[in-house]
């Protein structure tokens, strides 16, 4: 996998593709503009899963946690205090990073393997989840309101829809370049080294509990400041959905769909699935609300049976054989 | 004291169902190292099954069970040969991702089938109600403790008396000797398989009365039953029991003497400190 | 009875037997020896069908089984007694014992059984509603065999049983493996102890490298110059 990732950095296609991305917004009707922009939110969740899920191959089902704080909280922070949305980010961020270490530190504690840190992460989300419903200050069941957008940056406002998608678009590619440094740093090799045989990794003097909580905190700053960002761009902290385990698992699946342990997996899936995904809400919403969903668990399903890689290695291996 | 009392009572009688949905996820666990995060949503299929069979035929959910069961135990039986059979082994990690998709599908199946207005099921014995001490219990909880309590001890006579039984257990303890000794391996995985969906359709019918349904509720059954199952030690058929009554117990105190959300959040908080201290769960001796 | 022609089986790419062919008849007692490593396990792990041969064939009975089911193979008469006794520990000896004779060809008569196995073994009697873990490792290996006995073999291929064991033990459990034989069960053998071996087979195999490298009645095996230098330390 290595040489892959280091690959990228080289390849024209990865360099093209950005620029592609970023002139965006500056042609695409706005219908289509929300779409791209969504697939960068999601773009930017599954990289900052895959640090966990993918570098250091263990499922977390927490990640919703630290979404809904980075929304929810940042949003609280302004509407009941006044706190200047930048900071609010940065604080939530703080929370997020530091209740990762916390969940990572648990699961070391029970130490059940694998299952266990899906299961225990879940039921964090869970709990997280009944908080956010359950505290008016975190806005309750009826979510957060945000002020009108006016363009203000230094209050965290972006103007149009163009602003937040090349600032999303920031996020989604620290997201990346993120994942790519942790695979050029020791981290990573720990991280590996934890993926392939925990024990052995403790053996030959892996810090595990250190890597896997430093890793955990990383992916969980990385997805409170999309969340922060998402839940501005929406004007709506919607706590059913930035706070709800359900997000976690379209992370999951998006992730997997398009490779875990493929540099390009989590940009194939949640870059190719989620645009596909709202068309279907748009044309088949009212008359089968959920269908994009269903898709995707059946996609998944698919996916895990015939292409256990997930679609990116697929994709690659056919554009070597049609270049060929 | 008679707020306390009705609580307690209460959250015993629902822990013998959160019990039994408990062990159906043991026994998978325990033969084919599989924990399936869409274990709930499969009691939802359950019961809006229950809930079709109502609109159609007016049919009592005690009554319906006795079609929900075999075509539970069937869909079971075809998830697991079909799809998750070939994966088993190979990765762990794959039947977690595997089975979060199935919550997938099953969840939105259910919203696009059914809507996602929140449904209810009338029993003949919904609102009967009956006096314990001076405790006012209603009657749907009694048949649920009562049922569950017979199956779990059905179970247990299974698992300890019978060649079936045996067989699950030899598979537990080690899958290659069970082999060698002529035992079906995947037959028993696949069977077990069926056998603990299918045990959902009967908690679910058992849950019904009272309740109200909507697609979404089955992740916060899984996220109970896993709880559970921890507690129990993954695959300590007493233990798991055990599970059920605590989680049941403090389910019920927290919500009537807590307010909100905390209350909400006791049984979670005792999962996190009964696991501190025991970490390979309530009978483990690890 | 038994025909094994041109195996070649291993683990993921790491090869392990390479064109090994071998036989086994009606009544025999047969000797399969080797160092560790040699591929004595694989081969017999083939025959019980919990390995699946890459190429090769085997046949039982004339009748080809070389990817049948390993419950299937048990019902055929043909029982693993396994390497390191894998006994149900957490189970009794009687539940053990049941177990052994689960298949569809050994239930109907499980209760005659269970009252021979008992015989033969006595201190099973003692312990039987006991957890087999609570045995020591020559009482497990009892009733490791006794669930062979359970399953109505025909044929019992024992993996090192006298591995781990105490010399009176070694003896006790050879001596079994006599009587068994002399009434009349067909017996393939694997063992590390090779002078137990050649006193009870009939004939042997010696594997080495995942090879037959030399086959024989014992007396030609045992004098063979390269078995004398290779497990006799001559």
Known sequence: MKPEFFGILRSPVLWLALVFTAVLPLWLPSYYLHMATLALVYVGFAYAWNIVGGLTGQVSLAHSLFVGIGAMLASALLLRLGINMWVGMLIAALVSGMAGAVIAWVDYRFRLGHLSFALITLAFAEVGELVVLGWDFLGGASGLYLPKDQGNLQSFQFGGSSGYFWFLMLLAVLALGVNLAILNSPLGFFLRAIRGNEGAAQAVGVNVLRNKMLAMAISAVLCSLIGTAYARYLTFADPYLLASPNLTIEIVLLATIGGVSSAFGPLVGAGLLIPIGEMLRGHFGSMLPGLHYFIYGLLLVVVIIALPQGLAPAFSRLYRRFSN | ?286 | MIEIESLVAGYGQVPVLHDVSLKVAQGELVGLLGANNAGKSTLINCLSGTVRPRQGRIRFKGEDITNLAPHKIVDLGMIQVPEGRLVFPQMSIRDNLMLGGISARARKQRRQRLEQVLETFPRLQERLDQHAGTLSGGEQQMLAIGRGMMAGAEVLMLDEPSLGLSPLFVQYIFETIAKMHRMGLTILLVEQNSSLTFRHASRCYVLEQGRVAIDGPTEVVRNHPATRKAYLGM
């Open chain 2, 1 to 286: 004291m008679d707020m306390l009392a009705q609580a307690l009572i209460q959250g015993f009688l629902i822990g013998g169902t959160y019990g039994l949905v408990a062990l159906g996820l043991g026994l998978i666990y325990s033969v084919s190292n599989i924990v399936s995060f869409a274990h709930g949503d499969f009691m939802s299929l359950a019961m809006y099954l229950s809930v079709s069979l109502f609109a159609a035929f007016a049919m009592d959910p005690y009554v319906s069970v006795f079609i929900t069961f075999p075509v539970l135990a069937l869909v079971g039986w075809g998830l697991y040969y079909f799809i998750l059979r070939p994966v088993i082994g190979s990765n762990s990690l794959m039947i977690i991702q595997l089975t979060l998709g199935l919550t997938f599908l099953l969840q939105n199946g259910l919203l696009m089938v059914y809507g996602g207005q929140m449904l209810r099921v009338p029993s003949m014995v919904e609102s009967k109600l009956f006096l314990m001490g001076d405790t006012v219990m209603r009657w749907p909880l009694l048949i649920a403790f009562i049922a569950s309590l017979a199956l779990s001890a059905l179970l247990y006579l299974m698992l300890t008396r019978t060649d079936f039984g045996r067989q699950i257990r030899a598979v537990n303890q080690n899958p290659k000797a069970a082999a060698l000794m002529g035992v079906n391996v995947t037959q028993v995985r696949t069977l077990v398989f069926a056998l603990g969906i299918a045990l959902l359709a009967v908690a679910g019918s058992l849950l019904l009365p009272g309740a109200t349904l909507q697609p979404g509720m089955g992740l916060r059954y899984t996220v109970i039953t896993l709880l559970i199952l921890v507690l129990g030690g993954m695959s300590n058929f007493i233990g798991i029991l055990l599970g059920g009554y605590i989680i049941g117990l403090s389910e019920a105190v927290g919500t009537t003497f807590l307010s909100g959300v905390s209350g909400m959040i006791l049984p979670y908080a005792l999962f996190i400190v009964i696991m501190l201290f025991r970490p390979a769960g309530l009978l483990g001796s690890r």
